[in-house]
């Protein structure tokens, strides 16, 4: 019986819990993103009309060597 009513009581303090701290972290959250999207907005706006900037991917360390790709073999169409 008591752990019946420990289960009740923690139950009703999680779903409180959760109602007052849910919106609190949706709000955080979505603030988090517009702030995001506003200085992807800048970054893109700072750039003057006509420049072209190439920005290299560096985190790719593999090299892949393209030498050894395998035999090169001719491809001949044959008719039936």
């Known amino acids: 019986m008591k752990f019946i009513l420990i289960a009740i009581g923690v139950y009703f303090l999680i779903k409180y819990l959760f109602r007052a701290f849910f919106p609190v972290i949706v709000k955080k959250t979505f603030d988090k993103m517009q702030q ?5 907005q800048q970054q893109y706006q700072q750039k003057p009309e006509g ?10 360390k593999d090299k892949h060597n393209t030498k050894d790709v395998g035999d090169y073999v001719d491809f001949e169409e044959v008719d039936e």
């Open 36 to 40: 995001q999207q506003q200085n992807q």
């Open 51 to 60: 420049e072209v900037t190439v920005e290299k991917n560096t985190t790719s």
